[in-house]
């Protein structure tokens, strides 16, 4: 057994997994598992840089983790940024912050890495699947990673749709966003979808697996809504089945519903109120162009796909 902790820094959220890994028997025992929306991909689209202020709140979430880090004695750390850090010119300021404050630095990693990691914490506990094999789909602020394998990877793609950048690019204009969207930007992202969808189908073949695996907030919030949950619950949502007339249900009253409605919702992290259509609108486009009927919902992820690389050492 080791005790490792992983920290997972997307486009939208920091999070953290302190856990013992059990190699033998594939079991990761959770210690202490927590998120904080600090949106680091704040304007990283428009501008190219990593606003001073998301690096702060960054830090700040850095700093926090730190603390339970040392409270729950982890013997190793691992660090994984992806798709925000990936595309700055000041991810050195970035890196640097990280280290000062965890002691390690970073690891900036590609959209092949990221989906290896995706795939290896959302089917580890599955097993394998006899003479067929698993697409997985991770949701992310800034990208989407397509992995399909079935004991191993086979195919890996990262394309740049996330519901954070989806929603930048086409709902905010002049710092505002648009309370609801109208159907004309709605379009306009389902096109960057689809686009997108093509270019990941010319590595991974989309259509070949039975079944679809879905991870990450987007996918776990969708799920929340169509089980009725009155509050956000991890155990209830973990493999839950959601049909895809429910995900296609969901994503359009999202898509129409304005800042308020989506608030109200119980299930719904605050920092996801603005996203969470832009996220659903991606996992349905993926539901229609791979006729999947239902996802698979899965709570473990790239975290878990990161803490078992740190127990390997």
Known sequence: MTRVAAIDCGTNSIRLLVADAHPDTGELVDLDRRMKIVRLGQGVDRTGRLASEALERTFAACREYAAAIKEHGAERIRFVATSAS???ENRDEFISGVLDILGVEPEVITGDQEAAYSFTGATKELGPVDGDSYLVVDIGGGSTEFVVGDDHVRAARSVDIGCVRLTER?????GV??????DTEIAAIRADIEAALDLAEETVPLREARTLVGLAGSVTTVAAIALGLPEYDSAAIHHSLIP???VQEIATRLLHATHAERAAIPVM???RVDVIG???LVLLAIMERTGAQEVVVSEHDILDGIAWAAAAG
């Open 86 to 88: 990936r595309d700055a």
């Open 170 to 174: 086409h709902l905010v204009r002049d």
């Open 177 to 182: 966003i648009s309370d609801p969207p109208t």
């Open 244 to 246: 895809y007339d429910q």
């Open 269 to 271: 992290h605050p920092g």
């Open 278 to 280: 832009a996220g659903a």
